[in-house]
């Protein structure tokens, strides 16, 4: 069974910088398509960028395009979330999440994925 855990949360100023990171134990990452998403206090769960296991396709939400960067590093079987340009409307629980599938477009709906980790809090403060 897929186990999933975040790391690289924390405080950091406007402007800073973070790298997440989403360890999997249990099978390898090679075979499944791995999502981040994001849930700000009161707010529902987003989906905020993905990674195909096919051939590493990327696709992020609008407000990360062009500061957050997803990529997988499947020899150490983790998936790496570099966070730049971090503003407050950035403040959440992180999550990763896995889908075991081929296919080679994702999704950053949260009922696709099957296996989810615990979440890491990011916060955005001066």
């Known amino acids: 069974q897929l186990h999933l855990v975040e790391s690289g949360g924390g405080l950091v100023q406007p402007g800073g910088s973070l790298r997440l990171s989403c360890a999997a134990s249990?099978?390898?990452?090679?075979?499944?398509?791995i999502g981040w998403f994001r849930q700000a206090p009161g707010k529902e769960r987003e989906g905020i960028s993905c990674?195909?296991?096919?051939?590493?396709?990327?696709y992020y939400t609008d407000s990360v395009k062009d500061r957050f960067t997803i990529y997988r590093d499947n020899a150490k079987n983790t998936v790496y979330l570099q966070m730049n340009s971090l503003k407050p409307d950035d403040i959440g629980v992180y999550y990763c999440?896995?889908?075991?599938?081929?296919?080679?477009?994702?999704?950053?709906?949260?009922?696709?994925?099957?296996?989810w980790g615990q979440g890491t809090q990011v916060t955005v403060s001066s």
């Open positions: 249990g099978a390898p990452l090679d075979y499944y398509a």
């Open positions: 999440a896995a889908e075991e599938t081929p296919s080679r477009i994702c999704v950053l709906r949260s009922s696709t994925y099957n296996d």
């Open positions: 990674i195909t296991a096919s051939d590493g396709r990327t």
